[in-house]
């Protein structure tokens, strides 16, 4: 592959791309910037809210495109090309998915699910490992709702096919379950990459995630990444050709993408 394929990056932010604990990624910051000069689009695919993820542009000092609430919302591909939206809404607000959750799923189940909405502060800081602001921007959402489960793996799939006959979804992240539209995070993927092929002839696309809620985008990509995850076992995961990395994040991500652009013959 020649240097004039464009290569776009989707990244997952927490334990991929950001430290897992700290949320820090001051190692990688100057990488990131250098693969950004170089003229490689990253694009952030998120559960994190769109506070979270502007806040993260800050602190890099770039403003990048995004993917936030597991797929709900595209934002900033005016970036990429003037021609393209600004903002892609692909989920019905939160306040209507809610509204199904409760007239569908049976009081049994619904007992099973402690809204993340309802509990004390201090059990959110210690749920998201967050505080004060950061705390506030994290369930600062507009297309889902965050919940624990405290049934079974039976019971969880009960309530996954209730759901998804309603046409809404689980998707489960490192922390909490979200309740989402029938989006996620491979469809948004999808649909940035025909909107970039309208103008770009050829695209390689790199898909780096840590948790089951970005296998789906990782099966969906050129290059497929795994950052280090002690919760995952590698031969339980069946994607071909998957990089993994061996150090958690954030050198773990810079470690995979290195490896990625060398798969792809692609030198920065």
């Given at each position: 592959?020649?240097?004039?394929?464009?290569?776009?990056?989707f990244?997952?932010?927490?334990?991929?791309?950001l430290?897992?604990d700290?949320?820090?990624?001051?190692?990688i910051?100057?990488?990131?910037?250098?693969?950004?000069?170089d003229?490689?689009?990253?694009i952030?695919n998120?559960?994190?809210?769109?506070?979270?993820?502007?806040?993260?542009?800050?602190?890099l000092g770039?403003?990048?495109?995004?993917?936030?609430?597991?797929?709900?919302?595209?934002?900033?591909?005016n970036?990429?090309?003037?021609n393209?939206?600004?903002?892609?809404?692909?989920?019905?607000e939160?306040?209507?998915l809610?509204?199904?959750?409760?007239?569908?799923?049976?009081?049994?189940?619904?007992?099973?699910?402690?809204?993340?909405s309802e509990?004390s502060?201090?059990?959110?800081?210690?749920?998201?490992?967050?505080?004060?602001?950061?705390?506030?921007?994290?369930?600062?959402?507009?297309?889902?709702?965050?919940?624990l489960?405290?049934?079974?793996k039976n019971?969880?799939?009960?309530?996954?096919?209730?759901?998804s006959?309603?046409?809404?979804?689980l998707?489960?992240?490192?922390?909490?379950?979200?309740?989402?539209?029938?989006?996620?995070?491979?469809?948004?993927m999808?649909?940035?990459?025909?909107?970039?092929?309208k103008?770009?002839?050829?695209?390689?696309?790199?898909a780096?995630?840590?948790?089951?809620?970005?296998?789906?985008m990782?099966?969906?990509?050129?290059?497929?990444?795994?950052?280090?995850?002690?919760?995952?076992?590698?031969?339980?995961?069946?994607?071909?050709?998957?990089?993994?990395?061996?150090?958690?994040?954030?050198?773990?991500w810079?470690?995979?993408i290195?490896?990625?652009?060398a798969?792809l013959?692609?030198?920065?």
């Amino acid at each position: 592959m020649t240097k004039k394929s464009t290569i776009v990056i989707f990244t997952d932010l927490d334990g991929s791309l950001l430290h897992r604990d700290t949320f820090t990624f001051d190692p990688i910051k100057n990488y990131i910037k250098s693969l950004i000069n170089d003229g490689i689009i990253i694009i952030p695919n998120s559960s994190k809210t769109e506070k979270e993820i502007e806040k993260f542009n800050e602190e890099l000092g770039v403003k990048l495109p995004y993917i936030s609430e597991n797929g709900s919302s595209i934002q900033g591909l005016n970036i990429i090309n003037a021609n393209f939206p600004d903002k892609i809404v692909l989920s019905r607000e939160k306040e209507e998915l809610i509204k199904i959750f409760k007239d569908k799923v049976p009081e049994q189940l619904k007992n099973k699910c402690v809204q993340i909405s309802e509990i004390s502060k201090k059990e959110q800081e210690k749920i998201f490992g967050q505080k004060d602001d950061n705390l506030k921007n994290a369930l600062n959402r507009k297309y889902t709702s965050p919940f624990l489960f405290k049934g079974d793996k039976n019971e969880q799939n009960k309530l996954s096919k209730i759901l998804s006959s309603n046409s809404l979804t689980l998707q489960e992240g490192g922390r909490v379950i979200n309740l989402c539209d029938d989006i996620n995070k491979v469809k948004s993927m999808n649909k940035v990459m025909k909107i970039l092929k309208k103008t770009e002839d050829k695209i390689k696309s790199i898909a780096v995630g840590d948790n089951y809620n970005d296998l789906d985008m990782l099966r969906n990509s050129d290059v497929p990444c795994l950052v280090f995850n002690d919760n995952f076992k590698l031969d339980q995961i069946n994607i071909n050709n998957l990089i993994f990395s061996n150090m958690p994040s954030p050198e773990g991500w810079a470690d995979v993408i290195k490896k990625a652009l060398a798969k792809l013959d692609y030198n920065v």
